[in-house]
């Protein structure tokens, strides 16, 4: 708890700094449309518009926490950590938009002018001593996030996962955590894993219940892969392909379609591996060559595949594959000629495979070795004349063509849980840097009460909480089936990186055995490098997601 005066003041500054950041990014909108002519040049300033969706991305993050902590003051629940995390973070915001306005002044619509009290607040919010004080408190609770959700089942959700996931996704055998052996030994999650996840429903978090689902809602599903994903980013990874074909579905399916797969998605009958990238092919889906064209076996009227995909993840365990193929030969029409297929394929465990259908098609799998994001495994894989029925289709005959546009409701709320994701691998890092920080002693005392360890840790928190702030926020705000692509872009792209940030300087508060694998810091790290890749890849999110919503007329951005 805090004073009503000091409560009142903290939040007075932040408010102003958040304003005066809201201010500056509308600047730089303002000028980046004009220099792209709304959009159409963003390839020809594409520095720009990247520095342009950082900004604004970051504004809107000071925002959302600012937001946070008045609307605890205003119910009574007044935090002062809350509300220091939101003026250090104006702070910081404003501070480096001023600093990119004095190095780039052309990218802004005028010249951005700081006056004495704008920079006053600056120096309150940035200084040593608040932000040394936030780490002290963050140590001393151990890095445990508490922070209200203003919804009891998204709450509910968060508790019990939090304790499901310590007691069975870190379950210890012969001292090593089941989370640490998957990535240590690269093995594949394991089945009594994905049985407990469908019986608990976390596979249907997003289906309706006439479908067999629980549709939690955006915010509990943040929460609850924030929580698997702090024991285990391929815990909170396992529900994303899922999603992305269930979103499909209910967007485009035909209702013979639903009522045949998504019940079976709900109950972890089907695991799905989404197959849209290709060796030569990766943001630029409009040039994917696998290609789809009508056939015939055994009588049944399909399509036989043809082609390579790589990065699908999970593609050996899978049932099924939701493949994006070119139906239409002429690679001019682009998004046009795609179609969305659901490929049906026997689970395979091991690192490659090979499938050759009854019908003759033959499917082959080899899983990329990664540092990091292991216990799925993510494939190369080859078609040659696999037969998909044509009923696969996904809208039938009315679906031919649609595929991209069908995926795209999918990809961003996998975007949404992305950040979620991303969350809990940073809130999982700030903890086991305060663990550790309190443990080890170095120079006659604990490395917790130097000023330089509190800092850090206060920086660490401080974005986090901007980070999950602004996630909470998009997720409240993303209505169901909306394609919403500004919002999870933006709080993927944050989040993603600040877990990048916090995961590398949780590891340098480890020193030396921060480097040794059996420590689990190892494991953060290498896992937070594939956030900021998969799920459209960040340079991608900033320039073709972020950067054009913004600068395109009648974006909403």
């Known amino acids: 708890m805090t004073s009503n005066a000091s409560t009142a003041r903290t939040l007075a500054s932040a408010r102003t700094l958040a304003a005066r950041a809201d201010e500056l990014a509308r600047a730089a909108i303002a000028r980046a449309a004009e220099l792209t002519r709304g959009g159409a040049g963003i390839d020809e300033h594409q520095v720009v518009c990247e520095r342009l969706a950082l900004i604004v991305t970051e504004a809107r993050a000071a925002a959302a926490l600012v937001e946070y902590a008045e609307r605890l003051a205003s119910s009574g629940r007044a935090d002062a950590l809350s509300e220091d995390e939101a003026l250090a973070y104006a702070a910081e915001v404003v501070h480096k938009i001023v600093g990119i306005a004095q190095a780039h002044p052309d990218d802004f619509a005028a010249a951005p002018e700081i006056d004495d009290a704008t920079r006053a607040l600056v120096r309150e919010g940035l200084g040593d001593a608040r932000l040394c004080a936030i780490g002290e408190r963050v140590i001393a609770a151990r890095g445990v996030n508490n922070v209200e959700l203003d919804d009891d089942d998204a709450t509910s959700t968060r508790t019990f996962t939090r304790q499901f996931a310590k007691s069975e996704v870190l379950k210890e055998e012969d001292g090593i955590a089941l989370a640490d052996r998957i990535h240590r030994d690269d093995l594949l999650v394991p089945d009594s894993l994905i049985r407990q996840f469908a019986e608990l429903g976390f596979f249907g978090s997003s289906i309706p219940d006439t479908y067999g689902g629980t549709e939690m809602g955006y915010l509990t599903m943040v929460a609850l892969t924030e929580e698997l994903s702090a024991a285990s980013l ?3 990874s396992l529900l994303t392909r899922s999603e992305i074909l269930t979103r499909a579905l209910l967007e485009g399916g035909t209702d013979r379609q639903k009522q045949a797969w998504l019940p079976r998605l709900a109950a972890g009958e089907i695991m799905v591996g989404v197959s849209v990238t290709e060796p030569d092919v990766g943001s630029d889906v409009a040039a994917v060559q696998c290609r789809a064209t009508p056939g015939e076996r055994g009588g049944r009227k399909g399509w036989l595949i043809n082609g390579a995909k790589a990065w699908c993840t999970f593609a050996g365990r899978s049932n099924v594959l939701a493949l994006l193929a070119r139906t239409d030969p002429d690679a ?6 795609l179609s969305l297929f659901i ?3 026997e689970p395979f465990p091991g690192h490659r495979f090979e499938y050759r259908q009854p019908e003759g098609g033959l499917l082959t799998g080899e899983a990329i070795h990664t540092p990091g994001y292991r216990g799925m495994h993510s494939y190369i894989l080859n078609f040659e004349d696999y037969f998909v029925p044509s009923e696969n289709l996904v809208g039938e005959e009315q679906g031919q063509g649609r595929g991209f546009y069908l995926t795209l409701g999918g990809f961003a709320i996998g975007r949404l849980q992305t950040a979620g994701r991303a969350l809990g691998v940073a809130q999982a890092a700030l903890e086991k840097a ?4 309190t ?7 604990p490395i917790a009460e130097y000023q330089l360890t509190q800092h850090k840790v206060g920086v660490m928190a401080t974005r986090i909480a901007a980070a999950r ?8 705000a993303t209505q169901p089936g909306a394609r919403a692509p500004l919002g999870p872009a933006m709080a993927k792209l944050f989040a993603s990186d600040i877990a990048v940030y916090v995961t590398q300087e949780a590891q340098l508060l480890h020193g030396g055995w921060g480097y040794a694998e059996e ?3 190892t494991r953060y790290v290498a896992d937070a490098q594939v956030l900021p890749i998969f799920e459209g890849v960040k340079a991608t999110l900033e320039l073709k ?3 054009r919503a913004l600068v395109a007329p009648g974006s909403g951005g």
Not at 332 to 337: E, I, R, T
Not at 434 to 437: F, L, R, S, T
Not at 439 to 445: D, L, P, V, Y
Request: hydrophobic share 40%; with cysteine; aromatic share 10%.
């Open 469 to 476: 702030q602004l996630t909470y926020s998009v997720a409240r």
């Open 343 to 345: 490929v049906p394929k």
């Open 332 to 337: 001019s029409k682009g998004y046009a000629g």
């Open 519 to 521: 420590d689990r810091i």
């Open 234 to 236: 391929i815990a909170g």
């Open 545 to 547: 997601v972020i950067a």
């Open 434 to 437: 305060c663990a550790y920080v």
């Open 439 to 445: 443990q080890r002693a170095q120079f006659g005392r």
